[in-house]
């Protein structure tokens, strides 16, 4: 189908491929270079609904029509469950995603055309749905006029390392109906080849603040530059903090826990990859709080519910005890 966008195709196999077992990505610490070189052949998952047939050419031409500047796409959390209840791609991190995506991308004839800028692929949406993560029919468009009456859930969280299945899993403890609720996610919302995706990004503002539901999940985001700056969207009394969690992320806990015994998480000491990203955040938080020390008061009201829990229980002695011999010094016991 013609999508308004001459170097987009349709990207759908032949029937009668067959393609391998599922392999893993390349290590999310290459370059956008190296991690698109011989991509595998990764078997797709299997679809939310099994009797779900090729997207037609109306569904496609929905998704990929899409106007940056004017909307967005909400996915099922339906959808999103099967995905991070997916043996493969529930272990994966977003920034595994990308490349993975990325691979595909390059393997039907895209190319980055220089860093940050992709010409002559197939949409992401495309595919994400020859794949197997997701349906055309997961998807729905959303004009951002819309979003003051539409209900969703928008996540922060950290792109590098946390996998999605634990995270999913971390926020059905809290909320198990959250598969009814359609979600913003900017790693399968926001078409990540597109050249025009800047339009929406300068608008996520937006898209955090309407948010009806607005989960942070972990400590650990109060720690990264940019989920700070979603964090500043919303007021401290209408963000829910995701702290119970199995696996990797339980210990990355645990680690930001003991690193904040005596610090408070503030904009200074976050970190960033692009230094220069830290004025363009500031920029950001300074439309909704006053001053700098006005937003670094308001993120410390939401990790003290939890880590003022967790200083009490040191201070009162028995968690641990530290001592000092010559060959290892501070070891915890």
């Given amino acids: 189908p013609a999508l308004g966008r001459p170097s987009r195709h349709d990207m759908r196999e032949p029937a009668t491929d067959q393609p391998a077992a599922p392999a893993d990505v390349e290590n999310n ?90 010409v002559g692929g197939p949409s992401q949406v495309n595919i994400m749905i020859h794949l197997g993560m997701f349906e055309a029919t997961d998807f729905t468009r959303v004009r951002f006029d819309d979003l003051p009456h539409k209900q969703y859930v928008v996540w922060t969280y950290c792109w590098a390392d946390s996998p999605w299945g634990e995270m999913w899993a971390g926020v059905k403890q809290m909320d198990p109906n959250t598969h009814e609720d359609w979600y913003w996610f900017d790693i399968f919302c926001l078409d990540q080849f597109d050249s025009r995706k800047m339009e929406t990004i300068k608008r996520s503002n937006e898209i955090y603040e309407n948010a009806n539901k607005y989960r942070v999940i972990g400590l650990a985001c109060f720690d990264r530059l940019w989920c700070l700056a979603e964090a500043g969207c919303k ?94 010094r501070d070891k915890c016991t």
Wanted: charge should be neutral; aromatic fraction near 8%.
């Fill in 29 to 118: 610490n290459q370059s956008p270079q190296h991690a698109v070189q011989q991509p595998p052949v990764v078997a797709p998952m299997a679809p939310s609904n099994s009797a779900a047939v090729a997207p037609n050419a109306a569904d496609m031409s929905m998704l990929e029509e899409i106007d940056p500047k004017q909307e967005i796409l909400l996915l099922k959390g339906s959808a999103l469950e099967n995905f991070a209840r997916n043996s493969v791609y529930g272990k994966k991190t977003s920034h595994e995603i990308l490349a993975r995506l990325k691979q595909e991308y390059v393997r039907h004839g895209g190319r980055e055309n220089e860093p940050g800028s992709w």
């Fill in 235 to 328: 007021q401290h009394d209408q963000i829910t903090l995701v702290t119970k969690f199995e696996g990797f992320l339980q210990r990355r806990e645990r680690a930001y826990k003991l690193a904040k015994v005596k610090t408070d998480p503030t904009f200074e000491e976050s970190r960033c990859t692009v230094d220069s990203d830290r004025e363009t955040v500031r920029t950001r938080i300074l439309q909704k709080f006053e001053t700098i020390s006005s937003f670094n008061t308001d993120i410390k009201s939401v990790a003290d519910k939890v880590l003022d829990g967790f200083r009490r229980t040191l201070a009162w002695g028995g968690f641990f005890t530290f001592e000092e011999k010559q060959d290892e």
